[in-house]
């Protein structure tokens, strides 16, 4: 395995009823000033804004809400959230939701904290965070992103038109609490893109570097077998505590930097899908869904001992009689059929892209130095026109 170092601030609290249990407990070591951030308001129908409110108010908290986040946090809206955390001298950033409220949640602890312009200063570019975020918790209630245990946030820049992520460990939420029976009320659409993003996560840092045996690709292996395996579940019985409860746990370990260590990690169909989703806005996980296995197609061949282990190794397909091409081939066909089994689209036209755009987009895509095969801008343009239709 390569070197690396490894830390993870973030403390869990895991399991039916955690929020009723800590919460209180847990908000009282900042301060009294709490700002409550959410989405759409969606934890207001399922009841989940209702039990944290009556918990922050009845040990005596100030709550001022920071609502209307969207599936893609804009860096306006930071701002806006950055705005009411400082006027209000918040000691505490409270984020209910998934991936999209983490993320933006983990922007405005900077934002709120410092007068430099964050998106220059370290989104445009990588930059040293020289001062300390207001203090960050979250309530997990979408399985997906795996934002609650690192640093890592997505932003879009909308006047840009560049959607980007930093991981700065400084703004790892200090403590996360997960409860599964908080993600049963998830549309099945959400969960199924949520879930394919788990997917992503880990077969991003599995298919790159090294290549020679080592516990990540274990790791990764073991949890892309868990996530087909409990999602399945989940789409039979949305209140199947065992499926959401893993799917939870995969979601987090495919990005708490765990499976990364020792790992060049890849993520190129993350650069392709975040910048279809600054031009378009289309659904995160969707937009996965359609790049992953014409991504796959083109890099097999150059990555080929590690496609051959996950055809037999996460998808049982037997090897015998077969060339190493013809298995990894399998094992590409095999993710293809259960993207369409569990319902997600199979082309950036279903997802309201359109033709005339791809050139664009396919050139403003960051190239990862990790993939298998460097990709060019006419590469990925021709990954587009592939998803198409």
């Known amino acids: 395995m390569n070197n690396f170092i490894f830390e993870n ?47 922050l108010k009845r040990t005596g908290n100030t709550v001022i809400e920071f609502s209307g986040i969207m599936a893609n946090p804009t860096y306006e809206k930071v701002l806006e959230g950055a705005r009411l955390a400082k006027e ?39 930059g040293i965070v020289d001062f300390e975020p207001v203090p960050l918790g979250v309530i997990v209630t979408v399985a997906g992103t795996g934002s609650e245990c690192n640093g890592g946030a997505v932003i879009t820049n909308e006047k840009q038109k560049i959607k980007t992520g930093r991981d700065y460990p ?16 998830v549309p099945k659409n959400q969960m199924v893109s949520g879930g394919f993003d788990i997917l992503s996560h880990i ?30 579940a989940a789409i039979q019985n949305p209140e199947d505590y065992t499926a959401r409860s893993n799917l939870l746990w995969a979601s987090t370990m495919a990005e708490n930097r765990i499976i990364k260590l020792g790992k060049k990690c890849d993520f190129e169909c993350h ?32 990555g080929l001992p590690k496609f051959v282990n996950f055809a037999k190794n996460v998808w049982q397909i037997p090897g015998e009689g077969k060339s190493d091409e013809e298995i990894a081939a399998e094992g590409i066909s095999a993710l293809t059929a259960f993207i369409r089994e569990i319902g997600l689209p199979g082309t950036l036209k279903e997802l309201g892209v359109k033709k005339e755009m791809l050139k664009e987009i396919a050139d403003t895509c960051n190239i990862s130095a990790g993939s298998y095969k460097k990709m060019t801008p006419e590469e990925i343009l021709d990954i587009f026109r592939e998803c198409y239709e």
């Open 88 to 126: 209000n001298e918040v000691n505490l950033i409270l984020g209910i939701g998934g991936g999209s409220v983490m993320d933006c949640c983990k922007a405005v602890s900077m934002a709120a904290a410092t007068e430099k312009d964050i998106w220059e200063n370290y989104w445009a570019a990588p």
């Open 170 to 185: 400084k703004c790892n939420p200090r403590f996360a609490l997960i409860d599964p029976t908080y993600t049963y009320s």
């Open 9 to 55: 601030a973030t403390k869990v609290y895991f399991g039916k009823g955690c929020v009723k249990e800590y919460l209180s407990s847990l908000t009282g070591k900042y301060g009294s000033k709490i700002l409550l951030a959410y989405g759409g308001g969606s934890i207001k129908k399922n009841g989940i804004y209702e039990e944290v409110t009556e918990i």
């Open 203 to 232: 077969m991003e840092t599995y298919f790159s570097e090294p290549n020679e045996d080592n516990v990540s690709d274990d790791i990764s292996e073991a949890l892309m077998r868990s996530v087909i395996r409990n999602l399945r």
């Open 271 to 302: 650069q392709m899908e975040h910048q279809l989703g600054a031009y378009t806005d289309c659904n995160h996980g969707q937009g996965l869904a359609v790049l992953h296995p014409v991504y796959y197609r083109h890099i097999y061949q150059n």
